[in-house]
């Protein structure tokens, strides 16, 4: 399956945005989705996770109450929906996907997951 991220942007402090996406290539119900994402100068980090259903989510501490995550499987794409933005949430923000089967719990490790799509920069000023 191929991963296609889009949504990011310049905003303010207090903004909101919503990352999508849009996978091709393979049905997205026999997926587990989550999104990461690389400040500058610093590791790939996990933000959010959602199980193949929807009806499991994950957030990392800083932006659980802030971030929440979707999914459309009929339509084939994730969102992240993230309001007051902060300037420290500045990053390339990556979608990536494992498959399900056999996965009962969610991950928050990057090598977990084996397709990536290409990222999309999310820059917030103060």
């Known amino acids: 399956v191929q991963l296609q991220a889009s949504g990011g942007g310049l905003v303010q402090a207090g903004d909101s945005l919503t990352l999508s996406c849009a996978a091709t290539g393979g049905d997205i119900s026999i997926l587990d989705m989550a999104w990461f994402r690389r400040a500058p100068g610093k590791e790939r980090e996990f933000v959010s996770f959602?199980?193949?259903?929807?009806?499991?989510?994950y957030y990392r501490d800083s932006v659980r109450g802030r971030f929440t995550i979707s999914r459309d499987n009929a339509k084939n794409t994730v969102s992240l929906q993230m309001n007051s933005l902060k300037p420290e949430d500045t990053a390339v923000y990556y979608c990536?996907?494992?498959?399900?089967?056999?996965?009962?719990?969610?991950?928050?490790?990057?090598?977990?997951?084996?397709?990536w799509g290409q990222g999309t920069q999310v820059t917030v000023s103060s």
């Open positions: 990536a996907a494992r498959y399900a089967r056999n996965n009962q719990y969610y991950s928050e490790r990057p090598e977990d997951f084996s397709s």
């Open positions: 959602i199980k193949w259903s929807g009806s499991r989510t």
